[in-house]
């Protein structure tokens, strides 16, 4: 039996498929929404020179206490660098 996987479930999957597309689609953007705060950054005069900033939907925000936290920044990149060791 081959994994349809999740994409192709959501998208043809009849009945069940368009309730979850009905519930899930308040909980996540679109490619185009996902996209906009990145475009927005990387293009916009307004935000040139602008660094070391964190954007949400196009305005700056406050970093989550995770993103801020500098051990598990340093726990993250040690284990990255685990999964990339090429040894």
Not at 17 to 29: E, T
């Amino acid at each position: 039996m081959r994994d349809k996987g999740f994409s192709e479930f959501f998208y043809k999957e009849g009945f069940l498929a368009g309730i979850l597309r009905g519930v899930i689609k308040y909980f996540v953007k679109t490619p185009q929404q996902g996209a906009a705060t990145t475009c927005y950054v990387a293009l916009h005069p307004q935000v040139k020179g602008v660094s070391g900033k964190y954007f949400v939907d196009c305005n700056i925000a406050e970093p989550s206490n995770l993103a801020k936290d500098a051990e598990l920044a340093k726990d993250v990149w040690d284990f990255s660098l685990r999964l990339t060791d090429p040894k």
